[in-house]
C-alpha cells in the first residue's frame, strides 16, 4: 500500500525553526526522487525542495539559503530542515516521490498524505 505520512509541523516565531519528517512505503524509496511541497490558503501547491536517489537537491529560490532536505534510505524517511522561518512559510507541507532516480517536475503522485501544517507568527 502506497502511503506517506508526515509529521514535525507546528507553530513557530519568525526566526525560529522546524524539521519535517516524511515516511513512506508502499515503493522502493531508495531509488526514488523525493519532494516537499507546500500549499497555502487560497494558493496552489509548490514544489519547496527535491532530492534524488543519490542526495543531489534543488531548492526553490524563496527557501534557498534556509531550508535542507535530506533523506535516510534505511528508514525511508524525508526530511525537510527549516530554519530561519518567515510568515510566508505558513502552509501546509507535504512530501511525495518525484521520479524513479532524478527528480523530475511532471512526476504524477495520487496519494497525498494529509500533511503537517507550519504556522508562522511574526
Known amino acids: 500500500q502506497v502511503q506517506v505520512v508526515e509529521s514535525g509541523g507546528g507553530l513557530v516565531q519568525a526566526g525560529g525553526s522546524l524539521r519535517l519528517s516524511c515516511t513512506a512505503s508502499?515503493?522502493?524509496?531508495?531509488?526514488?526522487?523525493m519532494g516537499w511541497f507546500r500549499q497555502a490558503p487560497g494558493k496552489e501547491r509548490e514544489r519547496v525542495s527535491c532530492?534524488?536517489?543519490?542526495?543531489?537537491?534543488t531548492y526553490a529560490d524563496f527557501v534557498k539559503g534556509r531550508f535542507t532536505i535530506s533523506r535516510d534510505n534505511a528508514k525511508s524517511t524525508l526530511y525537510l530542515q527549516m530554519n530561519s522561518l518567515k510568515p510566508e512559510d505558513t502552509a501546509m507541507y507535504y512530501c511525495?516521490?518525484?521520479?524513479?532516480?532524478?527528480?523530475?517536475?511532471?512526476?504524477?503522485?495520487?496519494?497525498w498524505g494529509q500533511g503537517t501544517q507550519v504556522t508562522v507568527s511574526s
Open positions: 532530492i534524488s536517489w543519490y542526495g543531489g537537491s
Open positions: 511525495a516521490p518525484q521520479g524513479r532516480g532524478l527528480c523530475s517536475s511532471s512526476y504524477r503522485f495520487d496519494y
Open positions: 508502499g515503493w522502493p524509496f531508495a531509488d526514488y526522487a
